[in-house]
Each structure stands twice: as C-alpha cells, then as structure tokens.
C-alpha cells in the first residue's frame, strides 16, 4: 500500500468508536478494517464493523475508546518470518487485511483480496531470445513484447508472478533489450507503487537459459524462481513452491504432460526375434515446462558470464547426488514459440 493508503486504515486506541465507524464510512470501495495502535506506533489490535456492533449490543456508548471493542488475537507478519504460513493463515480466516510489522510497528498492509499468496523467492524470467521461428513478427519487437490478448506475454507473467505476492524480479534481455527495458521504465511509472520492482539485466552476449543468472545482483530469498518470460500457464506457484520445500528438493522442474500415441503396432523384440506386437499403442511422459525453483546455493555452481542451459545444469545435478524434483503443471500451458502456438493463445484469450 501506499503511506496514504496505510494510514487510513491505521487508528490510535483512544479513538472513540464513534471516530472508527467515521473512518471505517470513508473507506468505502476498501476492505474494512481498521489497525489500532498505542502512542508509539505498536500495533494492539484490529476493529471491524462487527467489532463496534458487538460493542454496542455490550451496552458500551459510542464514546467508548476502540481499545474496549478491538480485536487483540490479529495475525500479523512479522517481517520475514512465516510469510507464506501467515497469509495462508490469513486466507483460511478470510481476512480481507493482514498487517506486515517490524518490532511491532506497522511497515506495510497486504490486501488479500489481491494476491494469491506470499511466498518468499526471487524470480528471473528469461527474455533474451531471438524468437527466430516467429519472424517476421520478431523482426522488430522482441518475442516477450508480442501481445496476447491485447497485452504483452512478459507483462501476463508479471502480473502472475504479483498475484503470488513475488515482488523482487528480474528480466535477462538480450536481443533488441532497448525496447524490454524501456517498455519496463514506462510500466514502473504508469504505476503509482508497482507491487513488482522489475529490474532488467544485460547480458552481452547469449548465455542460455541459466548463464545469465550468474550476472543478477539483489537476491533477498533462498530460493529461486526461473522461467521462460514467453508462457502462458495457469501454474500454481504456491502448491509448486510446498512441494518443492518438502521434498527438500535443490532444484523443482515444471512439468507438463506430453502424450506421444503411435498409429502402427510396435514389435516387441529380442534380437532380430519379434516377441509380441503391440497395436497402435499410447506413451505418456513429462516435459520440462520451462519453469524452475532452485535453491539459491546452487548459484555458486553456474560458472560466472558463461554460457548454461538448464538441461545441461540439471544433468550435472543429477550426476553430483543432488535431488532434482518435478512438479505437474495442471492446466494451460502454452509456449509462445511457434505461429500455431501464438495464434492458440490469442484465440484462447480471446474467448
């Protein structure tokens, strides 16, 4: 929120209660819910509309300071502990409002309503390619500013990524970043308090889809969110994020299913001997989705401004004894690769 915003929600104590049913009229179109606070700035407790009713039909006049009618067993985050928990928590209360305090004092308010969850990572999305199988319309625009739906691709996962309360992010450009970069400055000031920082970073030259990790600087968490800037996917990052924490996995690989059905009867064979036919059979398998959450020690293996491919990183995990996790993506998936695919998801969108 902004200091304005923040504040409005924000009543001393010893207010009365008529003076909280005044502010809480005022925020009409917000969530209401008032934080109560003593002279110093400590959050003491919450009020609510049923909060001043239950006061009343206590019989207590509407003089009466809030302190008498206010909630004391609010949740709060406490800086950057328990994130995820607290908002989870906060949902399962359908709590409109949860305050973020640091040594008790409010820093900020978080809208439920507006996120799906908080979850503490960083994020980088690739957007450095040359999108050379959708010329000519790469020609001049780089692939993440191709508009799906009327809106770019990159400017979608964005808005994902905020809807998961991910707001340290960084953009990998390349190939025509003059425009990602300034398409980002432009956004950054269209936007009165950009719930993301969207910083890009250079690379000077190609270095795949994981070398140019190694030139971001401003990590904050543990782990890491990466993934290709040109999908569309409705991913959970949330029940992605569980899984990848209790599986202790170093590195959780999106995955989509990919069906592979064989219109001929497949031999079985031992030699040149067949054994058995199998008529016109169905393959089920996973493929790498483009999306990865990997622990953020694992920086310290990708070689600095050298080139790196995420299948390549992951094979010489797997090859080093380090657990490597894939997560189901249920749902759209779309990679803006090709002109079917982008003509699949504008016509999707556009339903």
């Given at each position: 929120m902004t200091i304005k915003q923040l504040n409005s929600h924000i009543i001393s104590c010893d207010a009365s209660i008529r003076d909280a049913l005044e502010i809480l009229n005022d925020l009409s179109g917000s969530p209401m819910t008032l934080f109560a606070v003593d002279d110093n700035q400590k959050l003491l407790g919450t009020v609510t509309g049923g909060d001043i009713r239950r006061a009343l039909l206590r019989g207590l006049p509407l003089s009466t300071p809030v302190n008498e009618a206010m909630n004391t067993g609010f949740t709060a985050i406490d800086s950057d502990r328990n994130i995820a928990a607290?908002?989870?928590?906060?949902?399962?209360?359908?709590?409109?409002?949860?305050?973020?305090?640091?040594?008790?004092?409010?820093?900020?308010?978080?809208?439920?309503?507006?996120?799906?969850?908080?979850?503490?990572?960083?994020?980088?999305?690739?957007?450095g390619g040359r999108g050379e199988r959708l010329r000519p319309l790469t020609i001049s625009t780089p692939k993440p500013l191709l508009k799906v739906g009327g809106k770019p691709i990159i400017d979608r996962n964005v808005e994902i990524l905020e809807q998961y309360g991910i707001t340290n992010v960084f953009v990998t450009v390349n190939y025509l970043h003059e425009q990602i970069e300034e398409h980002f400055v432009r956004r950054n000031e269209s936007l009165p308090t950009p719930p993301a920082n969207v910083r890009c970073v250079l690379e000077p030259r190609r270095l795949g889809t994981l070398g140019s990790i190694s030139l971001v600087e401003g990590f904050r968490h543990d782990n890491i969110l990466v993934m290709n800037s040109d999908l569309l996917t409705a991913i959970d990052f949330e029940k992605m994020w569980k899984h990848h924490m209790k599986s202790g996995a170093d590195l959780t690989m999106g995955a989509v299913p990919y069906v592979v059905s064989v219109p001929f009867a497949i031999m079985q064979t031992d030699g040149t001997q067949v054994k058995g036919l199998e008529e016109k059979p169905t393959y089920n398998y996973f493929a790498n989705a483009g999306v990865y959450m990997m622990r953020r020690e694992l920086l310290d293996r990708i070689p600095q401004g050298e080139y790196l491919d995420a299948p390549d990183f992951i094979t010489s995990l797997i090859a080093a004894g380090r657990r490597v996790e894939y997560f189901p993506i249920e749902g759209r998936w779309i990679d803006i690769g090709s002109p079917d695919d982008y003509r699949t998801a504008n016509e999707l969108l556009s339903k």
């Open positions: 607290k908002v989870a928590e906060g949902k399962r209360r359908k709590l409109k409002l949860i305050p973020v305090t640091e040594n008790g004092i409010i820093t900020d308010i978080i809208n439920l309503d507006k996120i799906k969850a908080l979850l503490p990572i960083d994020a980088v999305m690739m957007a």
